[in-house]
């Protein structure tokens, strides 16, 4: 069946009655805040997952950015420092849709995001501080999902021990297959 709906501007709307009870039980604000929590989440990921580019605007910022971003130690703090930035925005708008109550599923849902989100965090940081134990001198990690990608600084290539003993750091800490950890090497 279909409902015909007139709108004040004259249109008239056809919706199906599927539609109509989706609306009627979860409601259009239970559904906005879903949609924006699946919108900052896909924006917290790539913004961890996609590289940075900007364009400065004087050439004298182009040579002192080019010289500081060569540096791995750089790199690797500027990496963490955006992920606890991206994190921190994420946790503060899960923290709002908490706070005002809208909805209990959609209060419930942020709940479980800010608690996986706050257990990504603790699994990284053990990541990186089991990487660094093994011997390299810097590691960043980010978990996405299911994913997990890992660049850690070392001035010659990773030997197939290093790989597999990243890996199994990898499954061991954050229970990700070794087929889903990605690992990069950021020369020093």
Do not use: H, W
């Amino acid at each position: 069946m279909r409902i015909i709906k007139a709108k004040e501007d004259g249109k008239v709307r056809v919706l199906p009655e599927k539609f109509r009870e989706f609306f009627k039980k979860y409601g259009k604000r239970t559904i906005a805040i879903a949609a924006g929590v699946l919108i900052i989440g896909t924006a917290v990921t790539l913004n961890l997952v996609l590289p940075k580019t900007s364009q400065p605007a004087s050439g004298a910022q182009t040579e002192q950015k080019t010289e500081t971003a060569s540096k791995p130690e750089d790199f690797f703090a500027a990496s963490a420092l955006s992920r606890t930035k991206a994190r921190d925005e994420a946790m503060e708008v899960l923290q709002t849709v908490v706070d005002t109550g809208a909805d209990k599923e959609a209060s419930k849902q942020a709940l479980a995001d800010i608690s996986r989100i706050s257990a990504d965090i603790e699994k990284e940081a053990n990541i990186e501080t089991l990487v660094k134990s093994k011997g390299f001198e810097d590691c960043i990690a980010v978990i996405s999902g299911d994913t997990l990608s890992i660049v850690v600084k070392s001035s010659e290539q990773l030997l197939p021990n290093e790989v597999a003993q990243i890996k199994e750091i990898a499954y061991k800490t954050a229970d990700v297959l070794p087929d889903n950890v990605v690992i990069s090497l950021k020369k020093g």
